[in-house]
C-alpha cells in the first residue's frame, strides 16, 4: 500500500487545490498574514487537530491524498481517531472497519481495537480477524442508518491462495439496518450487489450472488464451514487448510470456503456541516444501563451431569437462582462445584450450592443433599430457601418434589411440614416454579394437593397452588386448577395477580392457553389472548415488569403485553433455526431472555417457521440477549460470547441485589474483557456496565498570546470509577485530549469557541463546560508574567535535551507540555510524569511570556519549590540553585538533601531577578529538577513570575 505524500506538488499547485476544495466544504481561506487572524486548519486528517469527519472528506480537501491511516472525528464518534483510509478504489474515501480470513466475530462488540484494525490490513499477519466495535462503526457514521448508505458495504477478497488476485465487491441493505451488525448470517435483505464483474439484486446476507464459484457471498457458518464465520465463496469453491492460504477451508473438499477479507464503508460527512454546540455546551452523554457483555472472572462453577430426567433441555446444570442473606443459591442437575473445567479444588456438592453474591466464592457451609435435580428457588421473607424440583429425598428424609432448608446450614426446616402429592401422572410430585408474593409462597408444576403447616388434611390444589410462607400450610381457597403442568409463575409485585405459563389450556374451566393471569384473591382468570407464533405446545417462562408482562416459549417467541387489558405489545423470533424461549428476568430497565438460539433474533417478526418481512431489526444473540422493557426492543449493546456443553441455551436467568446478571445452562466456557476465553461451569456472570458520566468540568479559561496560540485550562471533574480523559472541542469538533487541566490549541480566530468536556473509559460524556472565546493577556503593566498552574512545556525521559536546552533561542516544540504542577507521587498535581525504569533523575522545563515594554520593569520575583534540587535560568543564564552542589550540572547530578513534598510546599523558594535580565518581546524561563535519589516517592515543579514596575 502507498502512503500519504504531498512532496513533488508546487505550492502553487496545492494553493489552486484548497481554494477548490474550499467550495465543496463551505469554508473560506483567508491569506495569513503578521496582522491577521489565520484561518483553522483544514480537515486534512493529517493530525488529531485537523481531523476530517470522513475519509472521502480527507480526499475532497486534497485529491492527491494517498492510502494510509488518518485521523477522523464526528460529534458522535467524539475524540478522534486513527483509521484506515483506502483512497485509491473507485475514487477513494472507504475507511477500513474490518479485515480477516476465518473466524470473524458476530457480536456487535467486533474483536480487537482500532489500532489493531489500522494495524495490519493485509498479509498473512491480518489473517486473524480484527473488526470496529458497532459503537466506533456508529461514530463513523455520525449515527446515520447502515441501510441509508449510497455505496454500501464493500469487500475486497482474495480469489487466489497465494493473495495475488482481488475482488471487489458491494451491496446494500434493504431491510431495517439502523445500527452496525457484524450478524449476517441471517436473513437481512439484500438490495443492489456487485460481486466482480456479476451484478444483480436481492438474497440474504447469508447468501447471495451468481453462481456458486467466486461470484457469491456467503455468510453462513455451519459444521461444512468448520464454525467459522467469514465471507466465503460459493459452494463449488475450494480453499486450503494451509496456515499461509489467502483462502481457508478446514477441509480439501468443503465449499464456501473463507477467503481474506477487508471489509469498508464509505461515509460522506463533511466537518462544515455538523451542527453548531449552543453556547451552553454539549450535554451530559451516558451509556444505557445493561449488563457489560463481558464474563466477570469465573470463580466457581459447577460439573457433571445427576439424575435427570435425562434429556437436552431438562436436565442442565443449572435451572434455577434465588438470592438472600448475601447469598446466590443455584440449583439444577450438576454433581460438583469446582474452580477449573480439570476440576481443581472440586467437591461433591450435587443440586444445590451457596455463593457469596459479592465475590462468587462458594460457601461451604451450606451443605444439603438431594437425590436428584432442582428447577426452582425462592427466599422466604425470614432468610429459609424453599425448593422446587424432581427429587424425592433431601438430607436423607422423604420430601417430595419441595423442601424448605436453613438458609446457612441447608438442612431441612423443621417449621415447614409442607407436603406436595400428586394423584395422576403416575404419582410422583413435580415442582417447576417458586416465587413469594407477600405472605404467601406461590407454588406450580405437576401435582394435585398440599397438605402441611396447620391442617392434617389434603387440600386439593391442581398443578399451582400458594402456602403461608410462615409456616407452610396451604390454602384451600385459593385453586387456578390447570388442566396440565405449570413450568413457570411470576407473583405480581403489585400483589393482585399471579401469572403462569406452561402445557396447561384451562384453568377452572375457563380458556387459559399455554399462558395465564390469575387474580390473587378469588384465583379467576384475567382475559388474556396470545397470539402463538405458531400452533402452541408450550410456554416456558413469564414475568411483568413494570406495566409490561413478557412471556416466552416454543416455537421461537418472546412477546410482551399490557398489564391494564392484556394486549400485545412487542413481539420477537428467537430465530429461524432453534430458540424457544426459555427464562426471564429483569434488571428494571431491561428484560433478560434466554433461550437455546445462538444466531439472530428478529425483533417486530410474530411467526415460525416462516419470519417474513415486518421484522424491524436481526440482531446476534447467543443463548439470551436483553430487550428495553420500555419500548420492547433490543438492546445489541449487550451480546455475550458464551460456549455450551450440549446446546441447551440459557434455562436460568437472575439479576442480584449488586447489579450482575446470573444466567444459567449448560454453559462450558465465555469471554471476559480483552476478548480473553474461560472455562464457565453451568453459569455465568455479568456486572452492570458504568452508565453514569463523570461531572462536568468548569472554569474554563482560554487566553490568547501575542504568538496567537490559544492556552485553556479549566477545574477538573470526578468519575465514581476512576480517571476521566478531557476532550476539547473548537466550535463542534473535538480537537485534543488530555489528562491535564490545560492545554495549547493553535492560532484561530478571534470568535472561535471553545468547550470542555470530561470522558471516561466506558465512553460516557459529561456536559461540557459553556463556550468561551479567548481573551488577550494584557501585556503592557500586567504585574503576573506566570500565574500558578501555568501550562509548561517539560522534558523527563533516560535522554537529556540537547546542550543550550536553557536559551531562548532553543526549539522546544517537540516537548509535550503540561499544567503546573508536574511532577509525581504528590496529592495534588496539574500534570503526573512518567517515564520507563530506570526513572530519570533530572525533569526539564520551559516557559516562554511576552514582556511589552522591558525598561519598565524594576524587578521579577520568581516564586518556586526546590523538590529535592533546582537550577534556575532567565534566558539561558543561571539565577539560582538550591541544594545543588557548586560546578557543571548534568542530567545524573543528584539534589545534595532529600526534601518531603510537604517541606518544599511550606519553604518556597523565592528569587529577586533585576529586571534587566529581561528583554522587550519574548522571554524565557528554564529550569531543571534534580532528586537526591532515583526512587525518591515524589517530586514536583511549580513556579510563578511576578513583575514589579520602575520608572
Known sequence: MSTRATSGRSPWALITTAFAIAAVLGATLTPATANAEAPLPSPDGLSMATAAASCWEVKQFNPAASTGVYWLATPQLGAPDQFYCDQDTDGGGWVLVGRGRQGWSDTTEGRGTTAQVRGSVTGIAAFTPRQLSAKVIGGLLNGASVNSLPDGIRLNRATNIDGTTWQDSTFTISSPRPDWSWAFDNAQRVGTWKIGSSSGSGGGTNNFGSGSELNVVSTTSGASQGWMAGFGFGTSSLGSTDAGSYIWAPNSTSGNPRPFTQVYLRPKLLSATFASIPDAGTTTVQNAPIAQSAALPTVWGVAGLGAGPNNIEGANEVSAFAEGNGVV?????????????????????????????????????????????????????????????????????????????????????????????????????????????????????????????????????????????????PDPSWNPEFNGTVVSLDASSQGDRVYFAGFFSASQGSTAVKGAAIT???????????????????????????????????????????????????????????????????????????????????????????????????????????????????????????????????????????????????????????????????????????????????????????????????????????????????????????????????????????????????????????????????????????????????????????????????????????????????????????????????????????????????????????????????????????????????????????????????????????????????????????SNYRSTPSASFELSATATFGP
Open 329 to 473: 443459591y443455584v440449583g439444577g442437575n450438576f454433581l460438583t462445584v469446582q474452580k477449573s473445567a480439570g476440576g481443581a479444588s472440586q467437591i461433591a456438592q450435587s443440586y444445590l450450592a451457596a455463593f457469596d453474591v459479592r465475590t462468587g466464592e462458594w460457601l461451604s457451609s451450606f451443605r444439603p443433599t438431594f437425590d436428584k435435580q432442582i428447577k426452582a428457588l425462592a427466599v422466604l421473607p425470614n432468610g429459609s430457601v424453599a425448593v422446587g424440583g424432581y427429587f424425592n429425598q433431601v438430607n436423607g428424609q422423604l420430601n417430595p418434589g419441595f423442601v424448605v432448608l436453613n438458609p446457612t446450614t441447608g438442612a431441612t426446616d423443621a417449621g415447614y411440614s409442607t407436603q406436595l402429592i400428586n394423584k395422576v401422572s403416575g404419582g410422583v410430585p413435580i415442582v417447576r416454579a417458586l416465587d413469594v408474593q407477600g405472605n404467601w409462597l406461590y407454588i406450580g408444576g405437576d401435582f394435585t394437593h398440599m397438605t402441611g403447616g396447620s391442617t392434617t388434611s389434603q387440600v386439593y390444589t391442581r398443578d399451582a397452588g400458594r402456602i403461608s410462607t410462615a409456616n407452610g400450610t
Open 520 to 930: 390473587t384473591d378469588t384465583a379467576a382468570v384475567i382475559p388474556w389472548n396470545i397470539n402463538f407464533s405458531a400452533p402452541a405446545n408450550y410456554q416456558q417462562a413469564v414475568k411483568e415488569v413494570g406495566n409490561r408482562v413478557w412471556i416466552a416459549g416454543s416455537e421461537h417467541m418472546l412477546f410482551s403485553y399490557d398489564r391494564s387489558n392484556m394486549a400485545e405489545l412487542s413481539t420477537t423470533i428467537l430465530g429461524s433455526t432453534g430458540g424457544d424461549g426459555q427464562a426471564i428476568s429483569t434488571d428494571g430497565t431491561n428484560v433478560y431472555a434466554g433461550c437455546h438460539c445462538f444466531w439472530t433474533e428478529y425483533t417486530g417478526a410474530r411467526t415460525w417457521p416462516s419470519i417474513g418481512t415486518s421484522w424491524t431489526s436481526a440482531n446476534k444473540i447467543n443463548s439470551f440477549g436483553a430487550w428495553n422493557n420500555a419500548t420492547g426492543d433490543y438492546v445489541p449493546q449487550f451480546n455475550p460470547s458464551l460456549s455450551q456443553r450440549h446446546g441447551a441455551g440459557s434455562w436460568a436467568l437472575f439479576n442480584d441485589s449488586t447489579g450482575v446478571t446470573w444466567t444459567g445452562g449448560d454453559y462450558s466456557a465465555s469471554q471476559k474483557a480483552g476478548s480473553a476465553g474461560q472455562w464457565s461451569g453451568g453459569f455465568v456472570r455479568f456486572a452492570a456496565n458504568d452508565s453514569s458520566a463523570p461531572t462536568a468540568p468548569t472554569g474554563l479559561t482560554a487566553s490568547l498570546a501575542t504568538d496567537g496560540k490559544v492556552s485553556l485550562s479549566w477545574t477538573g471533574s470526578t468519575d465514581d470509577r476512576g480517571s476521566v480523559t478531557y476532550q476539547v472541542l473548537r466550535n463542534n469538533i473535538v480537537v485534543a485530549t488530555t489528562t491535564s487541566l490545560a492545554v495549547t490549541l493553535a492560532v484561530a480566530p478571534s470568535d472561535t469557541k471553545y468547550f470542555v468536556r470530561a470522558a471516561d473509559a466506558s465512553g460516557n460524556w459529561s456536559a461540557s463546560t459553556a463556550a468561551v472565546k479567548a481573551v488577550a493577556v494584557a501585556p503592557a503593566d500586567n504585574p503576573v508574567l506566570i500565574a500558578p498552574a501555568s501550562l509548561w512545556s517539560f522534558s523527563y525521559s533516560t535522554n537529556a535535551p540537547a546542550s543550550g536546552w536553557q536559551a531562548t533561542g532553543f526549539d522546544s516544540s517537540v516537548w509535550p507540555t503540561g499544567a503546573a504542577p508536574l511532577g509525581w507521587g504528590q496529592p495534588v498535581l496539574g500534570t503526573t510524569l512518567t517515564a520507563a525504569a530506570p526513572a530519570p533523575l533530572t525533569s526539564y522545563y520551559r516557559k516562554a511570556f511576552t514582556v511589552a515594554d522591558a525598561t519598565k520593569l524594576a524587578s521579577v520575583t520568581l516564586q518556586t519549590r526546590a523538590d529535592d534540587g533546582i537550577v534556575v535560568y532567565v534566558n539561558g543564564i543561571e539565577v539560582n540553585r538550591t541544594n545543588i552542589d557548586p560546578g557543571n550540572v548534568t542530567s545524573t547530578t543528584y539534589a545534595n538533601v532529600a526534601v518531603s513534598a510537604a517541606n518544599a510546599l511550606a519553604n518556597p523558594v523565592n528569587i529577586l531577578v533585576a529586571g534587566s535580565a529581561f528583554a522587550t518581546g519574548t522571554n524565557v524561563i528554564s529550569v531543571e529538577v534534580h
